[in-house]
């Protein structure tokens, strides 16, 4: 029997997940979408009118909805200011959730769908789709394989002008609230480190058109001994990084670079004389898993698989709150000019 599920927030980020729901066949023969809730019924209808929902329950009460379609699952797909009463609601209904990122608009309110989730007994899960993808998977494995000795760095330039227009552009801390979380999340991911203290440089540059923190530089010290560097901006006009941000990861024996895109290089260190030993170029691993590179598909599969089994997503709220408090922790560090300890629990 397939999980019923309504869909909670129609605007333009909704339509990545009918898309990878309606292309996947696990995907589609594991779930069957009931509902759909916005405050604008127009939204939602214009949304079941693009994806040909049929006669999907519309409605703009999100516990009337949830009720009157007996929901198991809820994907929550509202802005971040709305994302804790919203995921808070349907645990309490009885749903396994799986929200957009971020996890919650503070660590408080984190820390309490956390709490929620484990009391309820239900599935909490974040949308962090760009760490399932080719390029994050493999740099993954190349530093669990030790491809570059002992990881001693990790080194991520972002920087894109997008024109949303919307809620982004009157959001405070902008870039490290909805986009940096990606980077820092895959970042956290690809090192297998505990993120322990940051120190943060927030600015809003001149030509912004975002409200605030447009642009931030931030410092992490991770566990064994490694650092993360994290340069971006979100109003950076001219040759743009890719939306995965440029990459190199420095360890023991060599480097890793990447270009966000399909470009890798593995090097280390070479045996010539003299001040500069060169270097050896090395095969960069393959992808681990075909199933996990799918963005929105493969943490929708993870979540459902999740919730099927009995077991803990990748994504899990308990340990992407860890990826949240490095996005906390920047702001706190920005916003005092201080260095932050992250006290991160594993």
């Not at 693009?50 to 999907?56: A, N, Q, R, V």
Request: charged share 20%; hydrophobic share 45%; with cysteine.
């Amino acid at each position: 029997m397939k999980m019923k599920a309504v869909l909670c927030g129609c605007g333009a980020m909704a339509k990545g997940w009918l898309r990878a729901l309606q292309a996947n066949e696990e995907l589609r023969n594991a779930i069957d979408l009931v509902g759909l809730v916005d405050l604008d019924c127009a939204t939602a209808e214009a949304l079941a009118a693009e994806f040909d929902l049929g006669d999907i329950l519309i409605g703009t009460d999100l516990p009337d909805t949830l009720q009157r379609c007996d929901a198991d699952l809820l994907f929550d797909v509202v802005v971040p200011a709305a994302r804790h009463s919203v995921a808070a609601t349907g645990l309490s209904h009885g749903c396994h959730v799986l929200s957009e990122k971020p996890l919650a608009a503070s660590l408080e309110e984190a820390r309490d769908l956390v709490q929620l989730a484990a009391e309820t007994g239900k599935v909490h899960a974040i949308v962090q789709n760009r760490r399932f993808i080719p390029g994050i998977r493999r740099l993954r494995r190349a530093v669990a394989d030790g491809l570059i000795g002992d990881l001693t760095g990790v080194h991520c330039d972002f920087f894109l002008g997008p024109h949303f227009g919307g809620f982004r552009e009157a959001m405070d801390n902008v870039l490290l609230l909805d986009m940096a979380v990606h980077t820092l999340d895959a970042a956290r991911f690809v090192s297998g480190a505990t993120p322990l203290s940051v120190y943060c440089v927030e600015t809003n540059p001149a030509g912004s058109w975002y409200a605030h923190g447009a642009a931030a530089n931030a410092i992490y010290r991770l566990s064994g001994d490694a650092v993360l560097t994290y340069r971006g901006s979100w109003c950076a006009e001219g040759r743009p990084t890719s939306w995965e941000g440029r990459w190199r990861l420095v360890g023991s024996r060599g480097m890793i670079t990447w270009d966000g895109d399909s470009d890798f290089e593995v090097t280390i260190a070479g045996q010539e004389p003299g001040l500069l030993h060169g270097f050896t170029t090395l095969d960069m691993p393959p992808v681990p898993d075909e199933r996990e590179i799918h963005g929105h598909a493969s943490v929708m599969i993870d979540f459902v698989r999740a919730v099927l089994n009995g077991t803990r997503p990748e994504t899990s709220s308990d340990d992407n709150i860890k990826s949240l408090a490095m996005v906390m922790g920047a702001i706190e560090s920005a916003r005092t000019g201080l260095p932050v300890d992250l006290q991160i629990k594993e």
